[in-house]
């Protein structure tokens, strides 16, 4: 019952309608959703690791914001002048936030993206469509892993020697540091010249090549569908009703809120968490079969 166990298709689906209306919708309750939702599924496939990352975003969030309402310069709701003379309005502080959670919403979706589309999944979508473009993004989301273990391997390798990014004074550690990232470099390049090469030489773009394929669309993954365009239905109806967006330039202005708007919350959160919800309940599935045995 696991997300990741639905077939590709089903998450590119997901992951395409997910990323694409957190970047359309700037109405901050459709926002906060698909913040809400990016960080808590990241946490759920990535565990400690994401949740670091994803809190370190908000600060950078926040310099954005001040960055943008800074230099940015709209709105008629003025708080404050700067050293230059121009005011910093609300309007501009407000559309600098919005601009910046919706940066980091999709940078946790991609998270979210790399920990369920794998190599082969990617393969299976794109490899008769585009081959070469299959070939590229295989390589690329398979190297990532490789790349932290290589650059593990590394530097363990060059702390025998005294080189490694934790020894000697500061000006040493930055020069450890870019010898490390250079031979990351040189090795990267070096793989990709010989994945491409070695696909090449098998015969990965001829034309009419087959590949062998686990994946098989059964009735678990057409219910599924069905529900993802339920509720992009509600979706298509939100935005002809203007529910998703808001004016910010010269000043704030939001439709008014209804009982309907509510129903189109509701849906989008029901759409944007259904993953999790299907994490969690193959999680205790498999806890109960586990513990039947």
Aim: proline share 2%.
């Amino acid at each position: 019952m696991r997300f990741d166990s639905y077939h590709p298709t089903i998450n590119l689906i997901y992951f395409v309608a997910a990323i694409g209306f957190t970047i359309w919708f700037d109405h901050p309750a459709f926002l906060a959703v698909s913040c809400i939702a990016a960080f808590a599924y990241s946490v759920k496939l990535s565990g400690r690791k994401a949740l670091i990352f994803n809190v370190c975003l908000i600060p950078l969030i926040l310099l954005w914001t001040a960055w943008y309402s800074y230099y940015t310069h709209f709105g008629v709701t003025k708080l404050h002048v700067n050293f230059a003379g121009n005011s910093i309005t609300l309007e501009s502080i407000v559309y600098g936030l919005v601009i910046g959670v919706t940066a980091a919403a999709v940078i946790m979706w991609m998270s979210c993206v790399f920990a369920v589309i794998s190599s082969d999944k990617i393969v299976y979508l794109f490899g008769r469509v585009s081959p070469r473009l299959s070939l590229f993004l295989s390589i690329m989301l398979r190297s990532v892993p490789r790349v932290k273990q290589m650059a593990r391997k590394i530097n363990t390798s060059r702390s025998g020697i005294g080189c490694g990014l934790g020894q000697g004074q500061l000006f040493r550690r930055f020069i450890n540091a870019v010898r490390l990232i250079s031979i990351m470099i040189s090795w990267t390049m070096e793989s990709f010249a010989s994945s491409s090469e070695s696909m090449k030489n098998r015969g990965y773009l001829l034309k009419g090549r087959t590949a062998f394929s686990i994946y098989r669309f059964d009735n678990r993954d057409r219910s599924f569908v069905v529900f993802v365009f339920v509720c992009l239905t509600f979706m298509m109806m939100a935005i002809m009703l203007n529910q998703v967006t808001i004016l910010y330039d010269p000043e704030i202005i939001i439709n008014r809120i209804t009982v309907t708007s509510y129903i189109f919350y509701l849906v989008y959160a029901i759409l944007l968490f259904s993953p999790m919800f299907l994490q969690i309940s193959g999680e205790i599935k498999f806890k109960r079969c586990r513990e039947g045995i």
